[in-house]
């Protein structure tokens, strides 16, 4: 092939044997015409004859012991492969040259998913497969990375929000439950040795439902922090692969797209925080306004009692509902205390 990078036709023309159509091998010049030919070339196409020989190019009668090494020719030989070795190497630089045919790697077969040359193009390996320009797949390729990428970090961006939002509504589930354990102490200790077993019981159950929102959190928060570690991973991968050069870039890509295709994708978060348990806490609420009842009855239970140890007569209109008054006004008795 031709000087990379310094080639045109001309030098083409004067650089390759007319016989072999590659550059000249020890190249001789015949004097009669002027034309020049690779030694071995001329050696093959006359053969043993030791008559008059024709040029191969020309056909004039030329005589074989007046073959002169064309001296010229093989100083311009030896440029030309110094140029082409500097070709190569700024080739290799660009996009790279072809191991097999030497020739820049200017065409991408989407069916290998390889840079490829001119040559590879026209060989039955590559027939009928989608080949495109190296550049056109660069840009085709990159831009494929950037949308990735992009989906990527909204992905990132909405594990980051959820994760917020996950922290704050467990703590304001931890601060109602605080609330209630106040609230839960505040009553028991007015009825300490009336509901010593029932606080304890109640208190064990908030505890539960702590450790188990504090669990679930632990567990969805793990997840997620997996989950921003891999995508963390897969981003800066692309963004590796995206800074590299054409060359480095098209190698093995179906690979580097398959990580993107194979993460975990996110399709609706699952429910961290299930309506019982928030039932649960509020169950606390209504334990606080049955021992508020409890008590009252309890205040109203022992008015009774002393009422029952006085000789009084009561008035109808303002006795406790739940009294239950003799003809005499004088005798009562409970009807009910607690609600059910």
Known sequence: MAAA??????????????ICM??????????ECGHNFCRSCL????????????????????????????????????????????????EER????????????????KVHEAP???????SRIHENHKVIPLKEALEEYKGEICRHVEI??????????????????????LKLTETERLKIVEKFRELHHFLEEQEKRLLNDVEEVE????????????????????????????????QQPASELLQDMRSTLEKYERREKREGEPLVFPPELRNRI??????NHFVEDVMKQWKDLQSFRNLQRANVTLDPDTAHPSLILSEDQKSNSICSFFKR
């Open 152 to 173: 990527l970090r909204k992905e990132r961006e909405e594990i980051l929000a959820y994760q917020a939002a996950l922290d704050k509504e467990s703590k304001d589930l």
């Open 22 to 31: 590659e550059y000249f091998k020890d190249p001789m010049i015949i004097p």
């Open 116 to 122: 490829i040359c001119v040559v590879c193009d026209r």
């Open 211 to 242: 450790k188990e929102i504090a669990g679930r959190r632990d567990e969805q928060l793990a997840r997620l922090t997996r989950k921003l570690s891999s995508l963390e991973r897969i981003i800066q991968e692309m963004e590796e692969k995206r």
């Open 5 to 18: 990078g310094y080639s045109d036709q001309n030098l083409s023309d004067v650089a390759t044997c007319s």
């Open 94 to 109: 660009k996009g790279g040259v072809c191991e097999e045919h030497q020739e820049p790697l200017k065409l991408f077969c």
């Open 282 to 287: 509020l169950e606390s609420c209504d334990v």
């Open 43 to 90: 050696v093959q196409c006359w053969g043993e004859s030791e008559v008059e020989v024709s040029c191969p190019q020309c056909r004039e009668t030329v005589q074989q012991n007046n073959l002169i090494p064309n001296r010229q020719l093989a100083n311009l030989l030896q440029l030309i492969k110094n140029l082409s070795v500097q070709g190569r190497k700024e």
